[in-house]
C-alpha cells in the first residue's frame, strides 16, 4: 500500500538535509579561514577524481534560488551546517562579518519562504587554524567549540529554533583520526581515542551552552547508526558483530546519556581511561531535546585477525549478492526500523528525529530529465518501516532526506549523488529528479491534509 506523508501525523516534521562543505563552495571568498577538509583535499591520491569542495555546488552564490526550489517541492524544513571557519576564520577570535552575514540571509530567506532552518553547528569542516593545535585530539577544543557555539546562538538564536551540535561524531572520529580517510587525514589510536573523549565532551558541553543562553531553543545532534549483523552463526562473528556494534551505535550515544563508556565491550576502548580527568563522566551527560538518528544501511560483519585491535571487518554488500545503492551500501529498509525500536528503548531518549536518510545512484539526464525509480522506491520502503516503527510506539516526529541537492561526497568527491535534485556540475544547472517530483507530491499529501484541518 502506498504511503502518505499524512499517515504520520500532523505535527510529524518532514525536511530535506545538507551540509556547509558539502554544497556551499567560494572555500577563500569573503574572509572565509581554510576548514581541515580544504587542506586535506589538497593531498593527492585522498579523493576521487581529485575532487574537491572548492566550489561545491555554488550554495553559498545559489542560495536563493535553491530556497525557492525548495519551496516548489513544499519542503517546509532545512537542515544545513555552519562553517566554522567562515564564521570564525581563526577557529578562535575575531569573527568575519561577511560570513555572519551569509548565514543571517540563508535563515533570513528560508523564514521568508516558510521554511524552518535546523541548523548543524559541526558537520566536520574544523577550522584548519585549530588542527594545527591538535584538532580534535587537543582538549582546549571543548573551549574553542564552546565559545563557537555561544557564538552562534547569539548571532542566529533568535530566528532558529532548532539545533545540532555535532554531525556523526563517530564518522569525523572514525575516518578522521584513525584510518586517515577524511580530513584531517591523522590515523591510529593515539590520535582517535583523545578525538572520541574531547568531542563526546565537546557534545555535551556544547548542548549546555544552548540551553544556558536559551533554554527555549531545541537542541539534539546526529548519530550514524545501522544495525550490524554477524555473516553467520559462528561465535567469532557474532563476537566481532558485537565489536562493530560498540563502536557504530554505542560509543557516543552512552557517555551522553550517563552510561560511560561501553569499553568493557571492546578491550581497545581502556585506552580513553588515559584522558578522562576527574569529573569527566559528569561532563559528558547532557539532557538533549532529540536525538538525530542516520541511517543508509545495515553491516554484515566477519571475524579477521587482520584489523587490529577490533578482528572484524565488513562483508561489503557486492559480496553478498543483496540490493545495493552506488556507495555499495546494501538497500536494507528494516535497519531504519530495527535502530528507531533500538535507540528508542535506551532510557532518556524520549524523541528521536530522523536526521539523514536517502541514496545514492547512477543517475543520468535523458532529455533534460532524470528518472530514479530506484530512490523512489528506497524512499518508499524505509519510509514505511519508520511508519511502522511509529505506530508501534516509538516517539519518531521527524524525516529529513539527504540530501536536497546532489553534492561533494567526501572521500568519494561528486562521483556520488544523493540529491532529490540533480547538479550538472559544469554548468551548476538544477534538474529536479523524478524522486525530487516524487518527495514534492508526497509531501503535497500532507498540505492538503493540513489544509482539511
Ligand atoms: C553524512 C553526510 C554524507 C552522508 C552519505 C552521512 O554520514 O552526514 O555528510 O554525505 O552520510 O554518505
Redesign the pocket.
Known amino acids: 500500500m502506498p504511503i502518505h506523508s499524512s499517515d504520520f501525523g500532523k505535527e510529524f516534521t518532514w525536511g530535506v538535509a545538507s ?1 556547509a562543505y ?1 554544497t556551499e563552495g567560494a572555500y577563500l571568498e569573503d574572509g572565509k579561514g581554510l576548514s581541515v577538509w580544504d587542506v586535506f583535499t589538497r593531498q593527492a591520491g585522498k579523493i576521487k577524481g581529485g575532487d574537491n569542495g572548492n566550489q561545491g555546488v555554488h550554495f553559498y552564490h545559489r542560495y536563493i534560488q535553491d530556497i525557492i526550489l525548495m519551496q516548489f517541492l513544499n519542503v517546509k524544513n532545512f537542515r544545513f551546517s555552519l562553517s566554522w571557519p567562515r564564521l570564525l576564520p581563526e577557529g578562535i577570535g575575531k569573527p568575519n562579518e561577511k560570513g555572519i552575514d551569509f548565514y543571517n540571509a540563508v535563515i533570513d530567506f528560508c523564514l521568508e519562504c516558510g521554511i524552518e532552518p535546523w541548523v548543524t553547528l559541526y ?1 566536520w569542516d574544523l577550522p584548519q587554524a585549530l588542527e594545527e593545535k591538535g584538532g580534535w585530539t587537543n582538549r582546549d577544543v571543548v573551549h574553542w567549540f564552546e565559545d563557537y557555539v555561544a557564538f552562534c546562538i547569539q548571532q542566529f538564536g533568535d530566528r532558529v529554533r532548532h539545533w545540532m551540535v555535532l ?2 561524531p563517530m ?1 569525523f572520529t572514525g575516518a578522521g583520526y584513525f584510518l586517515g580517510l577524511h580530513a584531517p587525514g591523522k590515523k591510529g589510536l593515539g590520535n582517535f581515542l583523545p578525538a572520541v573523549h574531547h568531542a563526546s565532551l565537546s557534545l555535551a558541553a556544547g548542548a549546555r551552552t544552548i540551553k544556558t543562553l536559551n533554554h527555549n531553543l531545541i537542541v539534539g545532534s546526529t548519530f ?1 547508526c545501522s544495525p550490524v549483523d554477524p555473516v553467520d552463526r559462528a561465535v567469532l562473528s557474532q563476537e566481532a558483530a558485537q565489536r562493530v556494534d560498540v563502536l557504530s551505535n554505542r560509543l557516543f550515544i552512552e557517555p551522553l546519556l550517563g552510561l560511560g563508556y561501553p569499553w568493557q565491550d571492546v578491550k581497545v576502548l581502556q585506552g580513553l581511561e588515559r584522558y578522562m580527568k576527574a569529573g569527566d563522566e559528569n561532563l559528558l551527560k547532557a539532557n538533549l531535546d532529540f536525538i538525530g538518528l ?1 541511517n ?1 544501511t545495515r553491516e554484515v560483519v566477519r571475524h579477521s585477525t587482520i584489523m587490529p585491535y577490533i578482528n572484524a571487518r565488513l562483508v561489503k554488500a557486492g559480496k553478498r549478492n543483496v540490493p545495493k545503492t552506488e556507495m555499495d551500501w546494501e538497500i536494507y529498509p528494516q535497519g531504519i526500523y530495527r535502530v528507531l525500536k533500538r535507540f528508542a528503548s535506551y532510557k532518556g531518549v524520549d524523541k528521536i528525529i530522523i536526521t ?1 536518510n536517502g541514496a545514492a545512484f547512477n543517475d543520468v539526464p535523458v532529455n533534460g530529465s532524470v528518472d530514479d525509480p530506484q530512490r523512489i522506491r528506497f524512499y518508499e520502503e524505509y519510509l514505511a518501516q519508520v511508519l511502522k516503527a511509529k505506530r508501534e510506539g516509538v516517539n519518531v516526529q521527524g524525516y529529513f532526506a ?1 540530501s536536497f541537492t546532489d553534492n561533494f ?2 572521500a568519494e568527491g561528486y562521483s556520488k549523488r ?1 540529491g532529490l535534485v540533480y547538479v550538472d556540475y559544469p554548468t551548476q544547472r538544477r534538474i529536479i529528479k523524478a524522486s525530487g517530483f516524487w518527495f514534492q507530491q508526497f509531501l503535497q499529501s500532507r498540505a492538503q491534509y493540513l489544509r482539511a484541518g
Request: no cysteine.
Open positions: 551540509s558539502q558537520h554531525n556523526e564518522a550514524s542516520q543508509y539523514e539527504w561526497e567526501w544523493f
